[in-house]
């Protein structure tokens, strides 16, 4: 900042630049505690390695492995408050160990998919209805959507699933049979682990 624009805000604010400036960081400062959507997350262990999970105050928003902690938390939303709270994932982080212990099948957490488009969301919700150890093809989900000749942009959907495996996009595969894609974790190697363990293919072992 310039002398003149120094000047120009001490006569703003009336008082010395410096302490204008600092005046002006704390008040934003308290704006974003105040305004800033929280977001709480935490980690849990898994066959597939660790976990990440996050939740806003509507709902589980984002479940990833395969990454490090801080791009985790960077792929968070930007603008939201953000600190680690096991006891606000304890409903998630339970439902997913009874998944991998083989005890459930489908989730019935609370889900915040607000940042998705309404495409994107009508495709995850259909995707959500899909049984374990079936798979659908892009073009089953796109046909139950009312859009048959939609499977590219359902497969683009799918890409942007911010919860995988909750909301089992894996179930989704290619209408020749290949696995398609999967943007989440290992990529295919993830999605196969997960489609053996539900039953859809062969066995897995017992850790990917």
């Not at 589980?60 to 606000?88: M, Q, W, Y």
């Not at 989440?184 to 539900?198: F, M, N, T, V, Y």
Request: one cysteine or more; charged letters at 20%.
């Amino acid at each position: 900042m310039d002398e003149q624009a120094l000047i120009q805000l001490r006569k703003a604010v009336g008082a010395p630049a410096g302490e204008a400036i600092l005046q002006s960081r704390r008040r934003m400062e308290t704006w974003f505690a105040q305004t800033a959507p929280l977001v709480r997350w935490d980690t849990m262990d898994s066959p597939m390695g660790r976990i990440y999970l996050a939740a806003s105050v509507n709902g589980l928003c984002s479940v990833d492995f395969g990454v490090s902690e801080d791009d985790f938390i960077k792929r968070l939303d930007t603008l939201a408050h953000v600190e680690r709270n096991p006891a606000a994932l304890a409903l998630a982080t339970r439902q997913l160990s009874e998944y991998f212990a083989g005890q459930r099948t489908r989730f019935d957490v609370p889900l915040d998919l607000g940042r998705l488009t309404s495409f994107q969301q009508n495709v995850l919700r259909v995707t959500r209805t899909i049984s374990a150890g079936k798979v659908w093809t892009y073009r089953q989900v796109a046909e139950a959507l009312g859009k048959p000749g939609a499977s590219r942009p359902v497969g683009q959907a799918l890409g942007h699933n911010p919860v995988p495996i909750v909301i089992p996009c894996h179930r989704v595969i290619a209408s020749d049979g290949g696995l398609g894609g999967y943007s989440a974790g290992a990529g295919l190697d993830s999605k196969r682990w997960l489609l053996q363990w539900e039953g859809a293919l062969l066995q897995p072992s017992a850790r990917m």
